[in-house]
């Protein structure tokens, strides 16, 4: 293990998140607020003074495999979502600090659950801090760092490996770094687009980039406690529904779209399911949500925009979802497991995870008909390394395990099956909101802390994809 390098990595993201907080504290000052020099000063420090101590000087040994990529991923987040809940605490806005790591752990996760009942009572600044979280971890932290180091591939795939996800993680170019810059310049471009597009429909500036900032890293933060259904806008919502949308597709696709391979997107199986799904599921929430809201269009806008906040896992809401009936319930409960595309900053299982498992089990039935039939699972119209097979079952099984015993350990609580399922489902799916309690009207305020903590971690699981967290405290010295 190059414990050296792995302390030099964190060293590098603990200086991303230590200089990103100057910006909630220029708004804080832009605002008045003078706390924000302590409440983000302290935090800021404690970042920086170890991030450059520890940068100063290049380790010799340089190299990252596997183990070094896993454990530098786990540890950076954890510690990032530790110290980034500080100002919340030191502010006062919530005092409680296992409230402000739930808070700040959904935030950098893209995960959106949230324990304020009054989320307009907090400060501008620590606004704009958590929702700022949400577009730092909707590409990645890591990722960032990878864009700016001068690192060779040797080192950076493996990391890169750690922090995207899905069940394959390619170069879009021969470098990861270039990769790195192209993924983020198109982060960066759609976050700035709609933005603008967003202040032609009244919303202020600082409105328009708080809501840009959630939906990019589609964590779902809204500075109201209606969230979008504040603004009461067919318009905005229909801006937020289509970026929302578009940052749960794979962004190597965007790529291709500059470089006009447009057969490529064209011919792109996840791409087309994941609209399918989108549009199958609007079309029967719709028909089945008419009677609520009396008449097809306005069932339609609001099933449209909840079908894009949930399978992309956003969490922002137009409606509250427990109004609807229970086939549609039971139909967004299933969007949450399904979740965006492979390498996009949506959450869930993956489209494309969930069709290698449905295909490699169709190849199985076909199997047992026939065994001397010989069949592949393919995707694009090519046939999957077994590996990649192999690895989408495995994360299946493994996550199922997981969500079980934390169901397990959350049902502790006073809450019903139902409520303490969802609870579990929509944290590590990294949704945002459950049903009942939990629904897009609630909040997690009154769950207890011990759940609190377990619900952190499988935000953290759900983000990462469950083997960062678990190599983190399972591995030894080589």
Same mark, same amino acid.
């Given at each position: 293990?190059?414990?050296?390098?792995?302390?030099?990595?964190?060293?590098?993201?603990?200086?991303?998140?230590?200089?990103?907080?100057?910006?909630?504290l220029?708004?804080?000052?832009?605002?008045?607020?003078?706390?924000?020099?302590?409440?983000?000063?302290?935090?800021?420090l404690?970042?920086?003074?170890?991030?450059?101590?520890?940068?100063i000087?290049?380790?010799?040994?340089?190299?990252?495999?596997?183990?070094? +990529?896993?454990v530098?991923?786990? %540890?950076s987040?954890?510690?990032? $979502?530790?110290? @980034?809940?500080?100002? #919340?605490? *030191?502010? !006062?806005?919530?005092?409680?600090?296992?409230?402000a790591?739930?808070e700040?752990?959904?935030?950098?996760?893209?995960?959106?659950?949230s324990i304020?009942?009054?989320?307009?009572?907090?400060?501008?600044?620590?606004?704009?801090?958590?929702?700022?979280?949400?577009?730092?971890?909707?590409?990645g932290?890591?990722?960032f760092?990878?864009?700016?180091?001068?690192?060779?591939?040797?080192?950076?795939?493996?990391?890169?490996?750690?922090?995207?996800?899905?069940?394959k993680?390619?170069?879009?170019?021969?470098?990861?770094?270039?990769?790195?810059?192209?993924?983020?310049?198109i982060?960066?471009?759609?976050?700035?687009?709609e933005?603008?597009?967003?202040?032609?429909? +009244?919303?202020?500036?600082?409105? %328009?980039?708080?809501?840009?900032f $959630?939906?990019? @890293?589609?964590?779902g #933060?809204? *500075?109201? !406690?209606?969230?979008?259904?504040?603004?009461n806008?067919v318009?905005?919502?229909?801006?937020i529904?289509?970026?929302?949308?578009?940052?749960?597709v794979?962004?190597?696709l965007?790529?291709?779209?500059?470089?006009?391979?447009?057969?490529?997107?064209?011919?792109?199986?996840e791409?087309?399911?994941?609209l399918?799904?989108?549009?199958?599921?609007?079309?029967?929430?719709?028909?089945?949500?008419m009677?609520?809201?009396?008449?097809?269009?306005?069932?339609?806008?609001?099933?449209?925009?909840?079908?894009?906040?949930?399978?992309?896992?956003?969490?922002?809401?137009?409606?509250?979802?427990?109004?609807?009936?229970?086939?549609?319930?039971?139909?967004?409960?299933?969007?949450?497991?399904?979740?965006?595309?492979?390498?996009?900053?949506?959450?869930?299982?993956?489209?494309?995870?969930?069709? *290698?498992?449905?295909?490699?089990?169709?190849?199985e039935?076909?199997?047992?008909?026939?065994?001397?039939?010989?069949?592949?699972?393919?995707?694009?119209?090519?046939?999957i390394?077994?590996?990649?097979?192999r690895?989408?079952?495995?994360y299946?099984?493994?996550?199922?395990?997981?969500?079980?015993?934390?169901?397990?350990?959350?049902?502790?609580?006073?809450?019903?099956?139902e409520?303490?399922?969802?609870?579990?489902i929509?944290?590590?799916?990294?949704?945002g909101?459950?049903?009942?309690?939990?629904?897009?009207?609630?909040?997690?305020?009154?769950m207890?802390?011990?759940?609190?903590?377990?619900l952190?971690?499988?935000?953290l699981?759900?983000?990462?994809?469950?083997?960062p967290?678990?190599?983190?405290?399972?591995?030894?010295?080589?």
């Open positions: 293990m190059n414990y050296r390098m792995i302390v030099y990595i964190m060293g590098q993201i603990s200086k991303v998140v230590g200089l990103s907080m100057f910006l909630p220029f708004v804080g000052l832009l605002y008045g607020e003078q706390h924000a020099v302590l409440s983000f000063g302290i935090p800021i404690m970042l920086l003074i170890p991030g450059f101590a520890v940068t000087k290049k380790p010799k040994d340089n190299s990252v495999y596997s183990m070094e +990529g896993f530098s991923v786990a %540890a987040w954890i510690t990032a $979502s530790a110290i @980034g809940a500080l100002p #919340f605490v *030191i502010s !006062g806005d919530i005092p409680n600090y296992i409230d790591l739930f700040t752990v959904s935030g950098f996760t893209t995960t959106g659950s304020l009942s009054n989320v307009e009572a907090l400060s501008k600044s620590s606004l704009f801090w958590r929702s700022f979280t949400h577009w730092l971890g909707g590409m932290i890591l990722m760092v990878i864009a700016i180091m001068s690192s060779n591939d040797s080192r950076t795939m493996h990391m890169m490996r750690a922090e995207c996800a899905g069940p993680v390619g170069r879009l170019v021969s470098k990861s770094g270039s990769s790195a810059r192209i993924l983020y310049a982060y960066i471009g759609l976050t700035v687009l933005v603008v597009l967003l202040l032609f429909g +009244g919303l202020s500036f600082y409105d %328009a980039l708080i809501h840009a $959630s939906s990019a @890293g589609t964590g #933060f809204s *500075i109201y !406690g209606d969230s979008i259904a504040h603004y806008s318009y905005v919502e229909m801006v529904a289509t970026f929302i949308l578009l940052f749960g794979n962004f190597n965007y790529y291709f779209l500059l470089i006009r391979r447009f057969s490529t997107v064209f011919k792109n199986e791409l087309r399911t994941y399918c799904i989108v549009a199958g599921a609007t079309l029967l929430i719709t028909v089945n949500t009677e609520v809201y009396g008449g097809f269009l306005e069932a339609l806008r609001y099933s449209f925009f909840m079908t894009a906040s949930t399978i992309t896992s956003t969490g922002f809401a137009t409606t509250d979802t427990n109004l609807w009936p229970v086939f549609s319930q039971t139909l967004m409960l299933m969007l949450m497991f399904i979740g965006a595309c492979a390498g996009s900053t949506g959450g869930g299982m993956k489209v494309s995870r969930i069709m *290698i498992v449905v295909k490699s089990g169709i190849k039935l076909k199997y047992i008909i026939n065994p001397r039939a010989v069949t592949t699972v393919k995707m694009d119209g090519k046939p390394e077994k590996d990649v097979v690895g989408a079952t495995s299946c099984i493994i996550f199922a395990l997981l969500m079980f015993i934390s169901v397990l350990l959350v049902s502790l609580d006073k809450f019903s099956i409520e303490s399922a969802s609870a579990v929509t944290t590590m799916n990294n949704i909101y459950g049903v009942g309690h939990f629904g897009s009207a609630g909040s997690f305020a009154d207890s802390a011990f759940s609190k903590i377990i952190s971690v499988d935000m699981l759900g983000r990462l994809e469950i083997y967290v678990i190599l983190l405290f399972a591995f030894r010295k080589r």
